[in-house]
């Protein structure tokens, strides 16, 4: 798995050569608008609830005693819920609405990296749009009911350390997953696609967890956090596809 992980993370260093040389850019311009427009929403509302948060989970101790450290908890933690929230909001509403730009550049890369250009067809604009709202939706309820539990831990001293590293490493397999489905859709079932990844979470994992690093760099890494993913992604899974 440690191998597959690696090789998630090192097929970014062949990206932007390979987004130059088949000039893809103008391609990623909508699904980076995107991004863009939906990450500026996110953080706009976050902002705006993450105060109500703590306050309403604060509102929960009647108590006066440790009444002021509730409250600094609560806002806390408050604001870790909408952080997250927001994260994974990002990825899977990024990823169903670029899905109909996305299938059709990760068929030009693959057909680049095949030296042939095949006669699999992506989907159709409103088939590749349900199918990406599909696993979308799909990972986001998983990753919001396994987050929630792992953040709670993440108060207690010394196990929040781990909950941290499991946190970024649960949600890296979940944006690695998203990236992947874009050149599975074209060769799997939904059913299929879901087990391929499961199979090769190391690779998802990979992919992921550069993807989450992007999103820390401020502004530029939301604009390009998609070309690069989705090229990456795409990248690897061909070459176990066409090794399997």
Same mark, same amino acid.
């Given at each position: 798995m440690l191998k597959q992980v690696y090789e998630g993370c090192s097929a970014y260093f062949e990206v932007y050569e390979i987004i130059s040389r088949l000039k893809l850019w103008k391609f990623f311009?909508?699904?980076?608008?995107? &991004?863009?427009?939906?990450?500026?929403?996110? %953080?706009?509302?976050?902002?705006?609830?993450?105060?109500?948060?703590?306050?309403?989970?604060?509102?929960?101790?009647?108590?006066?005693f440790g009444?002021?450290?509730?409250?600094?908890?609560?806002?806390?933690?408050?604001?870790?819920?909408?952080?997250?929230?927001?994260?994974?909001?990002?990825?899977?509403?990024?990823?169903?609405l670029s899905a109909p730009f996305m299938g059709p550049i990760s068929k030009k890369i693959e057909d680049d990296?095949?030296?042939?250009?095949?006669?699999?067809?992506? &989907?159709?604009?409103?088939?590749?749009?349900?199918?990406?709202?599909?696993?979308?939706?799909?990972?986001?309820?998983?990753?919001?009911?396994?987050?929630?539990?792992?953040?709670?831990?993440?108060?207690?001293?010394?196990?929040?350390?781990?909950?941290?590293?499991? %946190?970024?490493?649960?949600q890296s397999y979940f944006a690695g997953f998203g990236n992947m489905d874009y050149t599975l859709e074209r060769h799997f079932s939904y059913q299929k696609s879901i087990f391929f990844v499961k199979k090769n979470r190391g690779l998802a994992i990979g992919n992921g967890i550069v993807f989450m690093l992007f999103l820390l760099i401020p502004f530029i890494g939301v604009i390009l956090v998609h070309p690069f993913s989705v090229t990456a992604a795409t990248i690897v899974t061909v070459k176990l596809m066409n090794k399997e």
């Open positions: 311009a909508i699904p980076m608008l995107i &991004s863009f427009i939906v990450f500026s929403m996110i %953080l706009l509302i976050s902002f705006s609830f993450s105060d109500a948060i703590g306050n309403y989970i604060s509102s929960f101790w009647t108590w006066d009444k002021e450290t509730i409250n600094t908890l609560s806002k806390i933690f408050g604001s870790l819920l909408i952080v997250l929230i927001g994260f994974i909001s990002f990825k899977h509403i990024t990823m169903a990296f095949n030296g042939i250009t095949s006669q699999i067809k992506t &989907s159709t604009p409103s088939g590749l749009l349900f199918r990406g709202i599909r696993i979308s939706l799909r990972n986001l309820i998983r990753e919001l009911v396994l987050s929630i539990p792992i953040l709670l831990l993440g108060l207690i001293p010394i196990i929040g350390f781990f909950s941290v590293i499991l %946190l970024f490493l649960m």
